[in-house]
């Protein structure tokens, strides 16, 4: 049976209605909406609407403050510390990456930090953002699930954080990396789990430092156990582990202890996330003003492209196509949701008593009757 | 057969006799001297006095400048552009390392970006710079090379494009990360070839996008065919290659594109090299003047290492504690130099007309009869 899609004004709304309901001012929940339906549409299924569920549970446990407003406690001519408030980490990112844009087209360079904040969807979402504005972008952020092992440990000491980079170019669209410093985050392993399939050697690891591919345990040495977790990027220290391990603790230091957000493996149970944001934006043209960066990074992303791929069917691509592809894709044919999705959705509307739009009625497509 | 162990003031003067010689100034000889020496104190035998035979063949046809002088050409408040004159990377990068500090320092930021350089030794010398002057630092560069495949491609497009981050902690020494965005450096390779060991999978690719374990093949892959090369970090694109090859990019759009250095697949042959750098330094106590971020980096460092290891006469480490455990022993007990790279600087030395002080005269151990 085919998947409902549907447009993206109708998930905007839906994303707005539950913000609202949950007590979120408008311009915030303006804000939200956009950014998590552009997510969806981009194909970053696990960062979007999907989020409404977790989002929902922190609220109900009292650790987020859906009425949280991120206050800028802090500035100079090219740095910035924002307190996120305990809110969601959407709103205080726009206004974190506006201002690291807005710094950097007087300064050259503009740095926000942000501390006292949550989930903030796609990293990468906040580096386009600065491309878009004609800037250089690198963000960074701190997670709340520590899970990632470093290398030669027995227990998982770091989270996936997450780098992404974007910068512009003049007639291609933006460079953007998106990437977790593990070696698959761990919605992967989910999905390897749902369809029984064994998890490929070097994605997870047990106490001994060995590899686990069977993927119930696997999600066990993640989610359950206390010992043995993800791999960082590079796998094991044979194959380059060392250097995501390294990744992993740069971006904590960036997201973290510049900000005084939280470090998550040391946090009492139950304690508020605290997690930490950092947003470097970069103007390409003080240094070289006559665009010659621009035509550079043209030059490097069309050689790339043009590269002669192992697999004649599969053409090399460069960081940032797949998600615009979708994009191109989603826009015009809609957003597929999982029917098991929607009925999580559907419970989280009953709960925040607002009409459920995500029907049948409201899909952009029909069910064909077979597939 | 031990290897001759020297002082590093013995390879100091040793380096700055062939630079000197080779008509470098003396204020650029004795940084890029202190550099290299530091680099061999430190373990990273690949980039120290290891490197003179490459400079020699660059200068002897004419690519390398000896006598260039670094220049400042462009200079905002937190950003500057420094041409290297085609000259060596290491008195560039001292400049561009002390100025980007200076800069952060005034403005909490400082962006540096070179153009027009050479090799410059080991990234992570500069940041760690940064990091014994408080600043957080991140420095990439490109290199000449081009020997590392895009996921997917069949052919090499990029260089081995190195990262470098650290950051000052109050009561640990800075945390100082080096690292190739490649699986392994070439260098690597060339080790195994040497021992007759099998390369382990997943470091070279040929140009079915296959791994290649032969030692001798890998070496072939890497120097002489036209496709397959090193992998990016993350191994193939199962293993997270995209990430790897995205984090490539990204140095090369900061090191080169920025600064309007070159991009090494579309020079042409015998072209000067053009190689770019860039320096970030940031000012941690700009937004937390109370000294908070060193405490939280010395919480993060200490509970990395106090992680359980996999093998319990293993412990776990963190990034710069390999390099620190080597200058300590060697700044005890010397630079071990093996007897193969001594004949190649003594024939150095000879072209140059420079006293050769790396014999056993000079040595501060006497080989041992036995072992």
């Known amino acids: 049976m085919d998947r409902l899609r549907f447009r993206a004004d109708t998930i905007s709304a839906q994303i707005s209605g539950v913000l609202t309901a949950w007590g979120m001012a408008p311009e915030q929940v303006a804000t939200t909406a956009a950014v998590m339906t552009h997510t969806d549409l981009s194909g ?37 510390l924002i307190d996120a408030q305990g809110g969601l980490g959407h709103p205080a990112a726009v206004v974190a990456t506006d201002l690291a844009v807005e710094m950097a087209r007087a300064a050259g360079v503009g740095v926000v930090s942000v501390r006292n904040s949550h989930h903030f969807g796609a990293a990468g979402h906040y580096a386009a953002m600065a491309a878009e ?72 690891t047990d106490e001994a430092g060995d590899p686990v591919t069977d993927p119930g345990t696997a999600m066990a040495y993640i989610h359950e156990h206390l010992h043995g977790g993800l791999t960082p990027l590079g796998g094991d ?59 550079d990074v043209d030059e490097l992303l069309d050689t790339l492209r043009a590269t002669p791929p192992v697999d004649a069917e599969v053409p090399v691509v460069v960081a940032g196509d797949p998600e615009r592809r979708h994009r191109e894709d989603r826009t015009e044919h809609g957003v597929p949701l999982p029917d098991s999705l929607l009925r999580k959705l559907e419970a989280v509307c009953g709960r925040a008593r607002v009409p459920f739009l995500l029907d049948a009625a409201h899909a952009q497509n029909r069910r064909s009757a077979t597939s």
Chains 1, 2 share one sequence.
């Open 237 to 295: 220290g044979v194959t380059g582990g060392h250097k995501g391990y390294g990744l992993a603790v740069m971006v904590q230091i960036l997201s973290a202890a510049l900000s005084g957000a939280d470090f998550a493996a040391r946090r009492p149970r139950g304690a508020p996330e605290d997690i930490g944001h950092f947003f470097l934006a970069l103007d390409p043209s003080v240094l070289r003003p006559d665009g010659g960066y621009l035509d």
């Open 44 to 80: 970053i299924d696990s960062h979007g609407i999907s989020m409404l569920m977790s989002y929902e549970t922190l609220r109900r446990s009292e650790r987020l403050r859906l009425d949280a407003r991120p206050e800028v406690v802090r500035r100079t001519a090219a740095m910035a």
């Open 133 to 204: 504005a004609g800037m250089i972008g690198l963000v960074t952020t701190s997670a709340k699930i520590v899970n990632v092992v470093p290398t030669g440990g027995a227990l998982p000491r770091l989270t996936t954080n997450p780098i992404a980079f974007a910068a512009p170019a003049r007639h291609n669209p933006p460079f953007v990396l998106d990437m977790s410093t593990s070696t698959v985050a761990s919605n992967k392993i989910k999905v390897y789990d749902l369809l029984g399939r064994p998890v490929p050697q070097g994605w997870v």
